[in-house]
């Protein structure tokens, strides 16, 4: 995952965000929410600027009340990208903070959901979330995959997917841009074992369903329609 777009518009981090609460889960500082009785629940793996975000609490919580139990891990023990710290070194954060510590982790996650009676899991990843995500999707460790802009990922990672997974593109993307995403449909829809999806977004850049400004109407309009497509995949399969 390269290129400085990956930390483009960060977003204001509100620990106190939501309506669900923080905690241990699966070892790692979690933000729940939902019912905690619920058999169904979505694994939040975020972009780089971490689970404080609040645009993506609001997706957690919104993805809740359709009856998911919804975790959102701390993937980066509390050293989310920080643009404003000085001297913050991009490159050096990345290399901190690999995605195949993410998958490890995620999948701890997993196995802490599934102790306590969930049965079906998916996951939405962001950016960075996006490719651990696809590494989980190449396991049965989950029932299906939503990835949203994701970071630089290969043909032989995408090779490597087992469940019905949907990609949310962005149509001005240049970490990912959107003809080698429409390339990977055309792979993934040619495997009749699984479904799959792919749909470019018009107009928007990396990142625009999680770091749009909420006063901003047309960019608010286009990133929740990206939340009911997510939501849609989620309810056809997670269940």
């Avoid at 993506?56 to 809740?64: E, I, P, Q, T, W």
């Avoid at 102790?115 to 996951?123: C, F, H, K, M, R």
Wanted: aromatic share 12%.
């Amino acid at each position: 995952m390269s290129s400085s777009q990956c930390f483009e518009n960060p977003p204001k981090l509100n620990p106190d965000y939501g309506v669900g609460t923080v905690q241990e889960f699966g070892g790692l500082k979690t933000y729940v929410t939902g019912p905690s009785d619920s058999k169904l629940a979505i694994l939040f793996i975020s972009d780089a600027f971490g689970y404080e975000a609040p645009n993506l609490r609001k997706l957690a919580d919104k993805v809740a009340a359709a009856g998911f139990f919804v975790v959102v891990p701390d993937f980066f023990y509390g050293d989310p990208a920080n643009l404003s710290k000085p001297n913050f070194d991009r490159e050096a954060w990345k290399n901190a903070h690999p995605t195949d510590k993410g998958h490890e982790d995620a999948k701890l996650v997993i196995a802490a959901l599934k102790s306590q009676g969930v049965n079906s899991i998916g996951a939405a990843g962001f950016c960075w979330g996006g490719n651990v995500a696809v590494k989980l999707a190449s396991s049965n460790d989950i029932q299906a995959a939503v990835i949203l802009h994701p970071g630089k990922l290969t043909i032989d990672e995408i090779k490597e997917v087992k469940i019905p997974i949907s990609f949310l593109g962005a149509e001005n993307d240049h970490i990912f841009p959107a003809e080698h995403l429409k390339e990977f449909g055309e792979f993934l829809s040619a495997k009749s074992q699984f479904d799959s999806h792919v749909k470019i977004f018009p107009g928007v850049g990396h990142g625009w369903t999680v770091r749009y400004n909420v006063e901003d109407e047309p960019a608010v309009k286009i990133a929740e329609e990206a939340h009911r497509d997510m939501l849609h995949w989620f309810t056809k399969f997670v269940n």
